[in-house]
């Protein structure tokens, strides 16, 4: 029988004679959803305005969207949890205006510490293959080895 | 207007470096005309501006700084990729050379003009993994153990680096260099030693002088002063 699966755009079918090929309702296999040329172009409009989005409102300069009534007040920070983003909306706010003073994390050195650990993986896969390359001619890795053949 | 020129002067060498593979058989005049874009600009900036601050995505964001000290160095990383350039011109070098070549140029060229920590820290970063692949660039054993050596030494340096940033923003709350005024002395001292390690210089440099002295590639040779040192640019801009 077929399962129906929440409110998808087309409907996919997932038993087991649909998996075969031939679904009695008449359904498209699972795994062969075919998308129209509309919603390949449809979907990567989406994407490429994304992108502008982003692209627009993070070469924006700082003057360009200071203004004043922007919700930015006395301490540090207040400008990242209580602004309602400018006329851009660049902000999500964190915390509401009317709550008042409250203890929060600072997100600043969330982001710088999110930051290193990307930098850190991608040098980190950069060793590795480094490594991988070096364990052909050194399959035991002994570094005291490779220190020997290799060092200049 | 000198804004946007600067924008697009730092984000120039990053995109074409990546369509240097698109366009490989133009790599090497890309390449060169980078160099030249960079020599252009900071003849510019020495020839007729004032100091001038740039700051991006309001204030926790990017700020660059030029002044006549980063013109100079710009100038001086602008010769030093040409002459490379002109080096490599009839050398067969794959694309994939002159892509390195390129972003190690403009991240260098970061390194001149940002005005904070974290901008100091992603560059030097990007410095760091640039200059791996062209270490590597023969993908001998020899070169790939050192280039290794390079990679993990320079990137423990710089996670001392970085918590030596996060003490000073906890001090001033700000990344700024100005910050370092006030930071505490542990903070000074953890960023010195990761600067003092990747820079190479003296005690923590001993582990360097085997990456930089049996490359055959003249790009280490050249850029050993440079990119080396220029961990040490921004003490002259802290300590004003």
Request: net charge neutral; aromatic share 14%.
């Amino acid at each position: 029988m077929c399962l129906p699966t929440g409110k998808p755009l087309r409907k996919v079918c997932r038993c087991r004679k649909s998996l075969l090929g031939d679904c009695h309702q008449g359904h498209p296999p699972l795994g062969r959803r075919e998308f129209s040329h509309v919603d390949v172009y449809a979907r990567s409009l989406c994407v490429c305005s994304n992108l502008h989005w982003v692209f627009r409102h993070h070469f924006q300069k700082k003057s360009d969207y200071e203004n004043p009534g922007h919700g930015c007040d006395e301490y540090r920070g207040d400008r990242v949890l209580h602004s309602r983003g400018g006329p851009w909306g660049i902000f999500a706010p964190i915390v509401d205006a009317d709550q008042g003073a409250i203890a929060y994390a600072d997100p600043v050195p969330q982001a710088v510490i999110l930051t290193a650990i990307v930098i850190g993986f991608s040098i980190q896969a950069l060793m590795l293959v480094g490594v991988m390359k070096l364990s052909r001619d050194n399959p035991t890795l002994e570094t005291s080895e490779i220190e020997k053949s290799h060092t200049p | 207007m000198i804004d946007d020129i600067t924008i697009i002067w730092i984000l120039l060498p990053f995109v074409v470096g990546f369509s240097i593979y698109l366009l490989p058989r133009w790599n090497r005049y890309f390449a060169l005309a980078i160099a030249a874009l960079s020599v252009v600009y900071s003849i510019g900036l020495l020839w007729s501006l004032e100091p001038f601050t740039l700051e991006l995505l309001d204030s926790f964001g990017v700020t660059l700084m030029f002044d006549e000290l980063s013109g100079y160095f710009i100038l001086m990383n602008g010769l030093v990729t040409g002459a490379v350039l002109l080096y490599c011109f009839d050398k067969q070098k794959s694309p994939f050379f002159y892509t390195q070549l390129v972003i190690l140029h403009g991240a260098v060229n970061a390194t001149f003009c940002c005005a904070d920590l974290i901008s100091l820290y992603v560059a030097l970063e990007c410095i760091g993994i640039a200059a791996f692949l062209l270490i590597t660039y023969s993908r001998s054993d020899r070169s790939l153990w050192v280039g290794l050596r390079y990679l993990f030494i320079s990137n423990t340096a710089m996670l001392f680096y970085l918590i030596g940033a996060v003490l000073v923003y906890q001090a001033s709350n700000s990344f700024a260099f100005s910050g370092l005024a006030v930071a505490p002395k542990e903070a000074i001292a953890l960023i010195f030693l990761g600067l003092l390690t990747k820079g190479g210089i003296f005690v923590s440099g001993l582990w360097l002088p085997s990456p930089m002295g049996n490359q055959k590639l003249p790009y280490p040779r050249f850029y050993q002063g440079l990119w080396l040192k220029l961990a040490f640019f921004p003490w002259p801009a802290a300590l004003y």
